[in-house]
């Protein structure tokens, strides 16, 4: 089974499918459903600063390597910056605390997790995440639920441009015009919660391309993810489900479709939306 790379500006890559741990309780269930993700293939793992898992994420992370064999160097991990520690002078020692409770020397990609509403506070963390990028403590830096306006205003003052933009996106949130800036930028797109809590699976488009494929549903939605050339992280705890949404590298969409997939979009989110969160 030959996954797909996607590969960021800097000439760094990233498997194009990861596994989530968003509202993953920090307890031997997360450690053991990362463990699995390893040893089942996965070679992507996402968790943030804020989900209280990191330290179950990096226990998963160290049994999975131990039972593979696999080197620390032959996974991607990605964590994020919350919003209580914003600005230049807390990024480099909220930085250290996660890879602490990761235990591990550094991260493949580190993300601030939100625009806020402060510019200049951003523009401060994002000259603080360049810091660290320059010292070669992380290898790819890049944001998650920016907007383009968001991405604007960071690219007037940055010197690095993000790799990724991680956001909400799935078929009935297609962000099309927001994927269409990331494209000309060339920033990756990324997307969390891509089976809307399960609720996406129910749609009756949804089920008819599954049934036309013989796959699941859920396999559906990860590969229009993947032909539409956006990084996607799944979660699940379950093993079976953790096997089955990797089992998506031998089929691909028709255009007919990715075309009927496309067209259930009805801009509906069910995560907060980035004009207005604060991080309450």
């Known amino acids: 089974m030959t996954q797909k790379i996607i590969e960021f500006y800097n000439g760094n890559s990233i498997p194009a499918l990861g596994l989530g741990t968003f509202r993953v309780e920090n307890n031997d269930e997360c450690r053991e459903a990362v463990k699995h993700a390893i040893i089942s293939g996965y070679r992507h793992i996402d968790t943030a600063q804020t989900y209280h898992n990191e330290e179950k994420v990096g226990q998963g992370i160290k049994e999975g390597l131990e039972a593979t064999g696999l080197n620390r160097e032959d996974l ?36 601030i997790h939100w625009p806020g509403q402060d510019k200049d506070l951003i523009t401060e963390t994002w000259k603080a995440m360049e810091d660290l990028y320059n010292e070669g403590k992380i290898k790819n830096i ?5 907007h383009v306006h968001h991405l604007e205003s960071l690219l007037q ?3 690095i441009k993000p790799v990724i933009n991680q956001i909400e996106c799935h ?8 994927r269409t800036y990331l494209e000309a930028q060339k920033i990756v797109a990324q ?22 494929l013989g796959k699941t549903p859920a396999q559906v939605i990860i590969r229009w993810n993947i032909d539409e050339n956006i990084v996607v992280i799944p979660k699940s705890v ?3 489900r953790i096997e089955e949404n990797l089992n998506v590298f031998d089929f691909e969409l028709s255009e007919d479709q990715l075309s009927r997939l496309n067209a259930l979009n009805k801009d509906e989110r069910i995560g907060p939306d980035p004009e207005v969160f604060t991080g309450q």
């Open 238 to 240: 379950t093993p079976s």
């Open 142 to 146: 890049g944001v998650s639920n920016f």
């Open 157 to 159: 003052e940055a010197s």
């Open 76 to 111: 991607f991990i990605t964590t994020k910056l919350w919003m209580t520690d914003y600005g230049r002078e807390n990024v480099q020692s909220a930085y250290e605390a996660s890879l602490e409770r990761l235990g591990l020397d550094y991260v493949d990609l580190y993300l």
């Open 191 to 212: 997307s969390w919660s891509p089976l809307m809590n399960g609720q996406i699976l129910e749609d009756e488009v949804v089920k008819e391309v599954a049934n036309e």
């Open 171 to 178: 078929p009935y949130l297609t962000q099309k015009e927001l």
